[in-house]
């Protein structure tokens, strides 16, 4: 054992081995300094293979190295990791004994290495097709044997041991050591590519971070943040939970000087868990009992934490987080929804989003909603969507009960989509008149001094041939059936008022007897002859605004109705 100060000049040149415990039985034993030392198996296995008989070796190894039951020195020791492993002169995965097959594979590697050193002038910065055009010059066993041997690598526990990845990712050198076969990390990680055969999420995030050229061409280049490390690694295996968190916080590129997330195995549990959640997402109060449930709801964290972000904040947090992780999380219906409805800052969200993210950026009835209920800036926004997505812009009976809560711009709002959509609000007018069977043709809905002609006249027909002036009305007046939001307890107190006032003898006598048995029975029977009464009045008025030749020829009804719906009075001639 030597004592070593990792900030002098004058360290002894090491190695550092990563490797995996193999469990916590402690069943061989090695000699320290003269007395015995119990360790595991596979580390036992590990020095026998790296011992040499004609050179002295240098090698820190965990196991070794630290205390292991000493909390303290442990948190300590944690977070020299990185310099530990970064000053190594080389890091030695050991990834455990031999067969057959891996000899092979590690051989067909082994030359590949011989002939790109002796051959390939430059050949560290080769792209994967040169390699790939080298590989085929390569004289080896059938592909079949070598894609069996690297399956049998890459099921190794190293690549599923969470501490291995801090070990690899700040090597400088490093070379996978399988019994008595060892190649460079850099060719390794090329296997894969040049065999034929697709590694797991998991594997391929750790051959990924091997050093080499090709490192600085994956995404460890771009998005090493402590949120996507958790997500990438989230399979990762550790004896102790709280790893999880502590093996990544040496390569993260945001949590490395974080106090709240210093290594500290004095800490419980879900006090690391809760930590971690307020460093990535804020202060809030989520509690998760296991770390497995903590890393399976990152994403759902993420996107909820997103859409607060683009429906309250402004656009340069909104981009802060698009670079931090949102290459991790696909852009949703509910994240554009709610940049959409940001009232002050939606138009300059909205243009950041479909500038960064524009393969994903759709808008959908959902995203048009939001826009016609921004009382901030609806028409920027809308505008905006019709510049760049007309094609998409959606106009349905819900965007107009959007509209409808927008109390400041309601009309403004319809008046806007007529010009763009009058085909469109039309149809929705239709349907509104002909929701219901019984009105499919004008003369079942108007009761008198409507001319036969008239009355013979389907409302398609009606709608059809009004002025955009009586259609803009007609959506006013059906604006509280559209949006299902009758004041009923009003309704129920005027609801006689309009039968004795405004029907005449034939109708009251049938009318009256249904509000009779209404009120007489349950609330709910009242309520719904009363909403039903409203909505029928409401529609006959529409269609003989349609066809009166003036607002002034309205009768008192109709513009009862217009008054009880909270409609502004019309004057003649609108």
Same mark, same amino acid.
């Given at each position: 054992?030597?004592? $070593?100060?990792?900030?002098?000049?004058?360290?002894?040149?090491?190695?550092?081995? %990563?490797?995996?415990?193999?469990?916590?039985?402690?069943?061989?034993?090695?000699?320290?300094?003269?007395?015995?030392?119990?360790?595991?198996?596979?580390?036992?296995?590990?020095?026998?293979? *790296?011992?040499?008989?004609?050179?002295?070796?240098?090698?820190?190894?965990?196991?070794?190295?630290?205390?292991?039951?000493?909390?303290?020195?442990?948190?300590?020791?944690?977070?020299?990791?990185?310099?530990?492993?970064?000053?190594?002169?080389?890091?030695?995965?050991?990834?455990?004994?031999?067969?057959?097959?891996?000899?092979?594979?590690?051989?067909?590697?082994?030359?590949?290495?011989?002939?790109?050193?002796r051959d390939g002038h430059g050949y560290r910065y080769w792209e994967l097709e040169q390699w790939t055009q080298f590989?085929?010059?390569?004289?080896?066993?059938?592909?079949?044997?070598?894609?069996?041997?690297?399956? *049998?690598?890459? !099921?190794?526990?190293?690549?599923?041991?969470?501490?291995?990845?801090?070990?690899?990712?700040?090597?400088?050198?490093? !070379?996978?050591?399988?019994?008595?076969?060892?190649?460079?990390?850099?060719?390794?990680?090329?296997?894969?590519?040049?065999?034929?055969?697709?590694?797991?999420?998991?594997?391929?995030?750790?051959?990924?971070?091997?050093?080499?050229?090709?490192?600085?061409?994956?995404?460890?280049?771009?998005?090493?943040?402590?949120?996507?490390?958790?997500?990438?690694? !989230?399979? %990762?295996?550790?004896?102790?939970?709280?790893?999880?968190?502590? $093996?990544?916080?040496?390569?993260?590129?945001?949590?490395?000087?974080?106090?709240?997330?210093?290594?500290?195995?004095?800490?419980?549990?879900?006090?690391?868990?809760?930590?971690?959640?307020?460093?990535?997402?804020?202060?809030?109060?989520?509690?998760?009992?296991?770390?497995?449930?903590?890393?399976?709801?990152?994403?759902?964290?993420?996107?909820?934490?997103?859409?607060?972000?683009?429906?309250?904040?402004?656009?340069? @947090?909104?981009?802060?987080? *698009?670079?931090?992780?949102?290459?991790?999380?696909?852009?949703?219906?509910?994240?554009? @929804?709610?940049?959409? $409805?940001?009232?002050?800052?939606?138009?300059?969200?909205? %243009?950041?989003?479909?500038?960064?993210?524009?393969?994903?950026?759709?808008?959908?009835?959902?995203?048009?909603?939001?826009?016609?209920?921004?009382?901030?800036?609806?028409?920027?926004?809308?505008?905006?969507? *019709?510049?760049?997505?007309?094609?998409?812009?959606?106009?349905?009976?819900?965007?107009?009960?959007?509209?409808?809560?927008?109390?400041?711009?309601?009309?403004?709002?319809?008046?806007?989509?007529?010009?763009?959509?009058?085909?469109?609000?039309?149809?929705?007018?239709?349907?509104?008149?002909?929701?219901?069977?019984?009105?499919?043709?004008?003369?079942?809905?108007?009761?008198?001094?409507?001319?036969?002609?008239?009355?013979?006249?389907?409302?398609?027909?009606?709608?059809?041939?009004?002025?955009?002036?009586?259609?803009?009305?007609?959506? @006013?007046?059906?604006?509280?059936?559209?949006?299902?939001?009758?004041?009923?307890?009003?309704?129920?107190?005027?609801?006689?008022?309009?039968?004795?006032?405004?029907?005449?003898?034939?109708?009251?006598?049938?009318?009256?007897?249904?509000?009779?048995?209404?009120?007489?029975?349950?609330?709910?029977?009242?309520?719904?002859?009363?909403?039903?009464?409203?909505?029928?009045?409401?529609?006959?008025?529409?269609?003989?605004?349609?066809?009166?030749?003036?607002?002034? %020829?309205?009768?008192?009804?109709?513009?009862?109705?217009?008054?009880?719906?909270?409609?502004?009075?019309?004057?003649?001639?609108?």
């Open positions: 054992m030597y004592q $070593a100060y990792l900030d002098g000049d004058d360290i002894i040149p090491y190695d550092a081995l %990563s490797y995996t415990w193999g469990g916590t039985d402690k069943t061989s034993t090695v000699i320290v300094n003269g007395k015995y030392l119990d360790v595991t198996a596979n580390l036992y296995s590990a020095l026998r293979h *790296l011992r040499s008989e004609t050179e002295d070796k240098v090698l820190w190894v965990d196991a070794i190295c630290i205390d292991q039951n000493n909390k303290r020195e442990r948190g300590h020791q944690v977070q020299q990791m990185c310099k530990i492993y970064s000053q190594a002169e080389k890091v030695i995965v050991w990834l455990g004994q031999a067969t057959r097959e891996t000899d092979l594979l590690l051989e067909s590697l082994q030359r590949l290495e011989n002939l790109s050193t590989w085929l010059s390569v004289p080896k066993n059938p592909d079949s044997e070598l894609r069996y041997g690297l399956g *049998l690598l890459l !099921s190794r526990p190293w690549f599923r041991r969470v501490w291995i990845l801090q070990e690899i990712a700040n090597a400088k050198k490093a !070379s996978i050591l399988c019994g008595t076969k060892s190649v460079r990390a850099h060719t390794f990680a090329l296997a894969p590519s040049l065999i034929g055969i697709k590694p797991e999420r998991h594997c391929r995030a750790v051959l990924d971070i091997m050093p080499g050229s090709l490192r600085e061409k994956t995404w460890w280049a771009e998005n090493r943040d402590l949120y996507n490390l958790l997500l990438k690694f !989230s399979e %990762s295996e550790a004896s102790d939970p709280r790893d999880k968190v502590y $093996a990544l916080l040496g390569i993260s590129s945001d949590a490395q000087d974080t106090d709240s997330l210093r290594p500290d195995y004095r800490k419980g549990l879900h006090e690391v868990i809760q930590d971690t959640s307020s460093f990535l997402f804020g202060p809030r109060d989520v509690k998760y009992g296991t770390m497995p449930d903590f890393l399976a709801n990152l994403t759902s964290r993420s996107v909820t934490t997103f859409v607060d972000l683009a429906k309250m904040s402004d656009v340069n @947090e909104v981009d802060h987080f *698009l670079k931090r992780r949102g290459l991790e999380v696909p852009l949703s219906e509910d994240m554009i @929804e709610a940049a959409a $409805a940001n009232e002050g800052y939606g138009l300059e969200i909205m %243009s950041l989003l479909l500038r960064e993210r524009g393969m994903e950026f759709t808008v959908t009835e959902k995203v048009v909603r939001a826009a016609a209920g921004n009382r901030g800036n609806w028409q920027g926004i809308m505008s905006f969507l *019709l510049q760049y997505r007309r094609n998409e812009f959606t106009v349905t009976k819900g965007v107009i009960e959007a509209a409808r809560g927008n109390t400041t711009s309601t009309m403004d709002i319809i008046n806007f989509l007529l010009q763009e959509f009058e085909e469109t609000i039309r149809s929705i007018v239709v349907e509104e008149l002909t929701s219901d069977s019984r009105y499919q043709r004008a003369g079942d809905v108007i009761w008198d001094n409507i001319s036969f002609a008239d009355a013979r006249r389907s409302i398609p027909d009606i709608v059809r041939e009004a002025s955009l002036k009586r259609i803009r009305t007609a959506v @006013e007046m059906l604006l509280p059936i559209l949006g299902a939001d009758v004041d009923m307890e009003r309704m129920e107190r005027v609801a006689p008022l309009y039968v004795r006032a405004n029907v005449d003898m034939e109708e009251k006598e049938r009318v009256a007897p249904l509000y009779v048995r209404a009120t007489a029975g349950k609330e709910g029977r009242m309520r719904s002859y009363a909403s039903e009464w409203a909505q029928t009045r409401c529609r006959q008025s529409v269609v003989r605004l349609l066809l009166e030749p003036s607002a002034s %020829s309205i009768p008192s009804w109709t513009r009862a109705i217009a008054g009880y719906l909270r409609l502004s009075p019309r004057r003649p001639g609108t």
